[in-house]
C-alpha cells in the first residue's frame, strides 16, 4: 500500500495514536469493488483504561467487529477493527473507545 494512500485513509477516518491502518485494499483490489481498511492497536502498546486512564495490560483483542461509511470518494468504505479490551484493577474490562465512532461520526457500525 503507499504510503500517502495510508495516510489519506488516516486523516478520512481521523485516526489517532495508538491506532493505525495495517492493510488497506482499494476498489480494484478487493472482492466486491468496495475500500476495505483494517486497523490495529500495535500489540506492543498498552491500552489506557477508558474508566480510570490508567495503563493497563490488555485482556483480549475482542473479535473483529466493522464499521461502513459512504464518504470516501463516493466508494462505499468499510473498517475493520479487532478493538483491545483492556484488564483494570479498578474498573474490570472494558472496550477501547474507537476514535472513529464517536457522537456525530460518520462510520456505523455493521457487524
Ligand atoms: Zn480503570
Redesign the pocket.
Known amino acids: 500500500m503507499p504510503k500517502d494512500l495510508k495516510s489519506f485513509l488516516a486523516d478520512c477516518i481521523g485516526l489517532q495514536e495508538p491506532w493505525e491502518i495495517c492493510e488497506a485494499e482499494g476498489p480494484s483490489e478487493s472482492a466486491d469493488g468496495n475500500i476495505h481498511v483494517r486497523i490495529r492497536v500495535p500489540p506492543s502498546v498498552r491500552p489506557l ?1 477508558p ?2 486512564g ?1 495503563m ?1 495490560s490488555c485482556f483480549d483483542r475482542g473479535e473483529e467487529r466493522v464499521w461502513r461509511s459512504m464518504d470516501i470518494s463516493a466508494v462505499c468504505t468499510y473498517l475493520h477493527a479487532e478493538v483491545p479490551r483492556t484488564d ?1 484493577r ?2 474490570g474490562q472494558l472496550s477501547v473507545p474507537v476514535p472513529w465512532a464517536g457522537p456525530g461520526s460518520r462510520f456505523k457500525l455493521v457487524e
Do not use: A
Open positions: 483504561c474508566g480510570c490508567r493497563c483494570c479498578t474498573c
